[in-house]
């Protein structure tokens, strides 16, 4: 799940650029970058996300596995009885069974991909936001560019000290994050998924 997030986040950096022959053009503007692998790790509503969805994962396996378990016991006891019932009753208990496993598979996917989906509409949310909040901070310092790089792919090879806003960004989305009630958070969430 962090992958897509992290996929998502690294779009983030190419927020102003037109194409690389502007680039080059106008190398005198004002630019900046922001490493999305860091802000990521930093920015406390994507922490959220990420131990919002992985707590549900651990109870989703803590769920199946209780099934699991059941299963196996049912397995061994089948398992025990076949030579004393006949091959009959075997047959048709380990047909049951059967059955039972792979309805506990199909649970286990149905939730996986429901899970994934919520994820993924969060993860979304979240990119909007900072992609967002991103394009209104460098309209508002006067940017001509701000880049995005993090460890999957460097796009930013070199840059000047001073260059990197990672810190500042991160700062004030989280100052962003903590003032917001649970409210206007929801509010945002509905009218960001109606654009």
């Known amino acids: 799940m962090k992958k ?15 194409n690389s022959q502007q680039q080059t053009e106008n190398s005198q503007g004002k630019t900046a970058y922001i490493d999305t692998s860091r802000l ?3 920015y406390q509503e994507a922490k959220d996300i ?3 969805y992985k707590a ?15 299963l196996e016991a049912e397995i061994e006891f089948v398992k025990k009885n076949a030579q004393a ?5 075997f047959q048709k ?19 996986q991909q429901q899970l994934n989906s919520e994820y993924s509409k969060e993860a979304d949310t979240l990119v909007k936001t900072v992609k967002k909040f991103v394009k209104d901070y460098g309209k508002e310092k006067g940017y001509d560019y701000i880049y995005g790089t993090n460890e999957a792919s460097n796009t ?3 840059a000047k000290d001073g260059q990197e806003i990672t810190d500042e960004i991160v700062k004030l989305l989280n100052e962003k994050y903590n003032t917001k009630s649970p409210k206007e958070e929801n509010a945002e969430i509905v009218e960001e998924a109606k654009k």
């Open 4 to 18: 897509i997030i992290l996929a998502a986040v690294a779009i983030i950096g190419l927020v102003s650029c037109n």
């Open 40 to 42: 990521l790790k930093e």
């Open 50 to 52: 990420e131990a919002k």
């Open 56 to 70: 549900k994962e651990d109870q989703m396996s803590k769920e199946l596995e209780t099934e699991l378990t059941k």
């Open 85 to 89: 019932k006949g091959v009959e009753w």
């Open 93 to 111: 208990n380990a047909a049951n069974l059967q059955e039972k496993e792979q309805r506990l598979m199909y649970v286990q996917q149905g939730l």
């Open 156 to 158: 930013v090879l070199y």
